[in-house]
């Protein structure tokens, strides 16, 4: 049998190109198949779902309908509200058609090698960065986290797991950097969900919220989502154990409604941020500690190194600055490079 060769990133392209026109096409179709007479009034709903060119719709009664979206809806995620509208009969499992998006109030992104920039949720109002000893502390981790949020404009909240298993070794260098970030002013809560130390007061920050939870794998996530939030844990099992939904929950951001108000949106896009879209500078502004030194360099082109008349080094040199915190920064900027 003769070796398949691989595509090229100019095949793939095509491809891809070739699949979203087949998509358009089916799309029309489906577009068609009601009239206008056959839908209803505008409705407001917010999108616990989508997957290709349809959506789940959380209505304002609570329900959950799968619609068609327009072709004229350029963007649509998870947490979008939607104008839609419903329709007098069901077509092959669909009960309405998604007309247009309001005005996010803020949207997540991650880089795609097809499309650049992906949005994959909207209208989150704050991210939990949930950290831990096991596998490993990483404060640079926790920065890379710290500027996707700043850059979106969601509030972060620094969560350190599994402090029951933080040894004395391990304790004061960690402690360290946490005061690090409370002296910035993000906060910080230490939880443990196995034995529930701080539970009580980390889900206290859930209701009234659209939340996320990041963290690298085995920090933890899960099982405080279990310890946290059990309406949410039990969602996610039934989905899992459903043959019709499953299949999507390992690549599409889903909506979890919280008894006490609120949601949690949870995808494995929104866990790993790339940051190289960002630019240099706007990554200086999105260390909120950095900000204040931004232009008081001697060069307007200073890399904030070993350049000559550094504010950023100075800062450093004076305390006013942390070192580590700047040398993450670099780190970051070396995607770019």
Known sequence: MAKRSKLTKGQLRRVRANQEKRLAKRHMKQETEWLDEQLGQLEHGRVVSRFGQHADILTAEGDILRCNIRRTVSSLVTGDIVAWRRAASSEQGLQGVIEAVEERTSVLCRPDQYDGIKPIAANVDQIFIVSSSQPAFSDQIIDRYLVACEDAGIDAIIVMNK?????????DFIESRLSVYESIGYPVIRVSAQTEEGIETLRAQFPDHIS????QSGVGKSSLIKALLPEVDLAIGAISDNSGLGQHTTTVARWYALEQGGALLDSPGIREFGLWHIDPERVAYCFKDMRSFLGACKFRDCKHGS???????????????????????????KEHA
């Open 307 to 333: 350049d000559p008349g550094c504010a950023m080094q100075l800062a450093v040199a004076e305390g006013a600055l942390d070192a580590k915190r700047l040398e993450n920064y670099h780190r970051i900027v």
């Open 212 to 215: 996320v939870l990041v963290g």
């Open 163 to 171: 402090i029951d298993l933080i040894t004395p070794e391990e304790s």
